[in-house]
């Protein structure tokens, strides 16, 4: 059973990042909708510096994008293509 | 959607993954230990050994992929929905709104009608808005014309020797201004009292 010290595997969690929003390809995600998803995949739950690391790390290897959302004052979340292939989707 | 090799059970068909969950769902009973270890037991019968904790990841993906496809499929629905009903609405709107009713429903909650009508209702008010921040706009501009009116009235007055004499008077404020009044704007109350124009109430 994980404890709190234990610390998240980050290239599981960077890899459920994309599991998530793969879920949805056509879809944006925010990023309390990507927490939640990943952390109910991994056996160690992720705070939101790690997740937002997680993120950051797909953002800089080209699998992730994001756009901000005027309205909600948010950036949303989403696969590139890259990402999309990565996943195996078509 | 690829199936990560960590899990053996999400590269099985459908059907087949329907039934772990419905095996995972499984009550306790006095003949069957129910949940997680009787799916194993399941597997297991099916040649398919995985470890608890691979059953209880594939188990959250389940329910999770569910909610999105789910929720994707709503917002697919609405957004169909919203270009039959209204065509003057442009593509971007409509995946924005898809969009947006995406996001609710993967967070449980809402429904396509009542989606529907909150936009409306959004509208409605963004409408209420725009009309109050026209009326608001339209307040300030007056009063700033008001207010550069009175500045300029002041300025010809102030060099004129009429008004500085009743200001310098010893009259109070209320007698000044109507003297002010009577003298300047007396050719608006004989064009009132002719019937040339009509000063609001």
């Not at chain 1, 696969?79 to 078509?90: M, S, W, Y």
């Not at chain 2, 014309?145 to 102030?158: D, T």
Request: one cysteine or more; a neutral charge.
């Amino acid at each position: 059973m994980a404890t709190k010290t234990d610390k998240p595997d980050m290239p599981l969690l960077r890899a459920k990042v994309r599991e998530v929003l793969a879920f949805a390809p056509q879809r944006k995600f925010t990023e309390a909708m990507i927490m939640d998803g990943a952390n109910r995949m991994v056996p160690v739950p992720a705070d939101l510096a790690a997740v937002r690391l997680a993120i950051e790390w797909n953002l800089g290897s080209g699998y992730v994008d994001y756009v901000y959302n005027r309205d909600e004052d948010r950036d949303e979340w989403f696969l590139t293509p890259r990402g999309k292939a990565k996943e195996g989707i078509k | 959607m690829k199936a990560r090799s960590d899990s053996k059970l999400k590269t099985l068909p459908e059907e087949r993954q329907e039934q772990i969950i419905a095996w995972a769902k499984t009550p306790k009973s006095e003949t069957c230990v129910g949940g997680l270890a009787y799916a194993l037991e399941q597997l297991a019968a099916d040649g398919i050994k995985v470890s608890i904790s691979t059953l209880s990841e594939f188990v959250s993906w389940w329910s999770l992929r569910a909610r999105y496809l789910s929720a994707d499929a709503r917002a697919k629905q609405v957004e169909e929905l919203l270009k039959s009903k209204d065509p003057s609405m442009t593509p971007e709107r409509i995946r924005e709104l898809g969009q947006a009713l995406f996001t609710m429903e993967a967070l449980d909650s809402g429904d396509a009608e009542t989606f529907v009508n909150l936009e409306h209702l959004k509208l409605k008010q963004d409408s209420a808005k725009f009309k109050g921040s026209l009326d608001l706009a339209k307040y300030k501009l007056d009063r700033e014309k008001f207010e550069v009116e009175s500045c300029k009235r002041f300025l010809s007055w102030f060099k004129d020797a009429r008004a500085r004499e009743i200001a310098d008077s010893g009259l109070s404020n209320a007698d000044k201004i109507a003297r002010l009044r009577e003298t300047y704007f007396a050719d608006v109350d004989k064009l009132e009292a002719e019937g040339g124009i009509h000063l609001p109430e």
